[in-house]
């Protein structure tokens, strides 16, 4: 399966700055998925990154908070900006696996982000 | 409103026993259903999966059912490892979804030694 790379593995920020998180998978991938997981809530998708298209956005969730980058078939950054301690939580990357919907998805380790 | 339901948030089991991990879903849409195991400062593993067509898949000590009419699926883990302690995430899409993921909130499994 594939092996993705997410980084920083954690980060602890001042409230009205911007931290970019990293992913970069050992595959070429079509499309990569960005999810966020707030303390004690499951994981909300927040967008859907394709290479050489915008990112689609799921409902709460806008670029101008989330700009999204996938300059590549391997790589995506997710930018959370103007941050605030709702901000706080796991933000992890994702990919499908294989081209049949048995394989699931591969995740990367996440960033936990806190902001203070 | 959380269209994928899982109302305990916490199990413990002997080790040796069965877990038994339930997962309640309100769209009927889905057909597509998936486990997910997470350690700590780790990112979801993918576990098993169930297609709407069937009502059981079995991959070694994991089995998942998948009960339709009721919208409910479960995981069943036997025999349950000390392992196995972990959180557990159920999952669902559908066909035309593009590929997106709802989630549950997980459920915490304590297999104690």
């Known amino acids: 399966s594939a092996v993705i790379s997410q980084k920083p593995s954690r980060d602890i920020c001042q409230r009205g700055t911007s931290l970019t998180i990293q992913c970069q998978v050992d595959?070429?991938?079509?499309?990569m998925f960005w999810y966020r997981q707030q303390p004690g809530q499951s994981l909300t998708l927040i967008a859907t990154?394709?290479?050489?298209?915008?990112?689609?956005?799921e409902s709460g969730f806008v670029i101008d908070k989330f700009p999204i980058s996938r300059p590549n078939l391997t790589f995506s950054t997710l930018t959370v900006s103007n941050m605030s301690p709702e901000d706080s939580s796991i933000y992890l990357c994702?990919?499908?696996?294989?081209?049949?919907?048995?394989?699931?998805?591969?995740f990367g380790s996440g960033t936990r982000l806190t902001v203070v | 409103d959380q269209q994928v339901k899982q109302n305990s948030p916490s199990l413990s089991v002997q080790e040796g026993r069965i877990s038994i991990l339930n997962c309640d879903y309100t769209?009927?849409?889905?057909?597509?259903f998936l486990w997910y195991k997470k350690y700590p400062a780790e990112g979801p593993t993918f576990l098993i999966s169930?297609?709407?067509?069937?009502d059981k898949n079995e991959d070694g000590r994991f089995t998942v059912f998948l009960n339709k009419s009721a919208k409910h699926l479960s995981l069943h883990i036997v025999p349950s490892q000390p392992g196995d302690s972990a959180v557990y995430f159920c999952?669902?899409?559908?066909?035309?979804?593009?590929?997106?993921?709802?989630f549950g909130k997980g459920i915490t499994l304590s297999v104690r030694p």
């Open positions: 994702s990919v499908e696996e294989g081209q049949q919907r048995g394989y699931g998805y591969t």
């Open positions: 595959s070429q991938v079509t499309m």
């Open positions: 990154a394709n290479q050489g298209s915008e990112a689609t956005y």
């Open positions: 769209n009927s849409m889905f057909d597509y």
């Open positions: 169930i297609s709407s067509i069937k």
């Open positions: 999952a669902a899409s559908f066909t035309g979804a593009n590929s997106k993921l709802t």
